[in-house]
């Protein structure tokens, strides 16, 4: 085997203790890196992959956020439009000092490593990629959103519940929900909380795998998401409810 995951691991938990591991906002990140791993593998297992593609899965989790430490501890924000793009500073990372030997000392995987963490988080995969790298860049966005709906139901939104439950939803977020595209945040004026939390339930617009629909479906994420709230307005009632039924047929289609 090519690659020696419990030492990457390792490697990974010693580059965190690097940083402020008791800021709760910054624990949040590794733990969130180490629970892709975990679905990578999954979502590697349920489609087929090689025992060798599985493990090179995990160690893209594992590694995606990996500036995500440093991001924080410098700007005290996760928010790339005020910081840096945790993306591509993540392959700087890597590539500074060759600091990816840490994690895996085959260097025939570099490229796609790579290539995945710099594509993990924009809006679209690049274009001009082989196919392998294609497939590594889909696994790591898949497992990355699917974490990201299980944070929406765990942690985020805490202190915001009262502003969510008497807000309304927007005619122009309702029209890009019902594109069946993912939402670019940036591009949404006065970004509320509501218009947030329809930004995570749009991820399952840009899933790749049958095994992720499989665990969106398994796990009810849009269902929790969508019943934290007691919303206090008919009309936001009623577009949440469109929204649900649209999201759970949705995703029943690609299954």
Known sequence: MKIDMEK?????????????????????????????????????????????????AKLIGLLHDIARFKQYTE???YKDSQSFDHGDMGVEILEDN??????IQDKEYDDIIKKAIKNHNKY?????????????????RDADKLDIFYEAIEMFWNDEKEEIENSEISTNIQQQFYKKRTINRYEIKNEDSIKKMIVIIAFI????????????QK???????????DFKKENTKEVIEEIRKFANEYVLEKL
């Open 8 to 56: 990457a691991k390792e490697q990974f938990v010693k580059y965190t203790e690097n940083y402020e591991l008791e800021n709760p906002n910054i624990k949040r990140k590794q733990q969130h890196s180490l629970r892709v791993m975990q679905i990578c593998k999954e979502i590697a297992k349920g489609e087929g992959f090689s025992k060798e593609e599985v493990e090179l």
């Open 75 to 77: 700007y005290q924000t």
């Open 98 to 103: 060759n600091n990816i030997r840490n994690f």
């Open 124 to 140: 679209e995969i690049e274009e001009g990629l082989n196919n392998i790298e294609e497939k590594f860049c889909k696994i790591i």
């Open 205 to 216: 617009f840009d899933i790749n795998y049958k095994t992720s629909f499989q665990k969106i």
């Open 219 to 229: 796990e009810k994420y849009i269902d929790k998401i969508i019943d934290r709230f």
